[in-house]
Nanobody, 120 residues
Framework: VQLQASGGGLVQAGDSLRLSCAAS????????MAWFRQAPGKEREFVSS????????RYADSVKGRFTIFRDNAKNTVYLQMNSLKPEDTAVYYC??????????????WGQGTQVTVSS
């Protein structure tokens, strides 16, 4: 599985962004998908994940109620809708394929990352 993330950018606090992650291959629907993020000098942290069928989701407490993960298996794409963005959301965002769990070690495939910068 090859993953290509896009949609990052520079926004102001309170704005919204939608990240996309397009996957290659016919097995996309068999993978849970997740978004992680990594800020400068910090470890990569879990943001959200979604099951292969899209019926179950998980969120980090820091983004719960503001971010929504969803997927379109017909388009082999997973999305992260980010609303009410805060400066502390600034990071490189990565999509990953593998497992629903919140640790990066459970994900075998990673996209290249897309930068999200939120100014105050």
């Amino acid at each position: 599985v090859q993953l290509q993330a896009s949609g990052g950018g520079l926004v102001q606090a309170g704005d919204s962004l939608r990240l996309s992650c397009a996957a290659s291959g016919r097995t996309f629907r068999t993978y849970a998908m997740a978004w992680f993020r990594q800020a400068p000098g910090k470890e990569r942290e879990f943001v959200s994940s979604i099951t292969g069928g899209g019926l179950s989701t998980r969120y980090a407490d820091s983004v719960k109620g503001r971010f929504t993960i969803f997927r379109d298996n017909a388009k082999n794409t997973v999305y992260l809708q980010m609303n009410s963005l805060k400066p502390e959301d600034t990071a490189v965002y990565y999509c990953a394929a593998g497992d629903m769990r919140s640790s990066p070690e459970f994900y075998a495939y990673w996209g290249q990352g897309t930068q999200v910068t939120v100014s105050s």
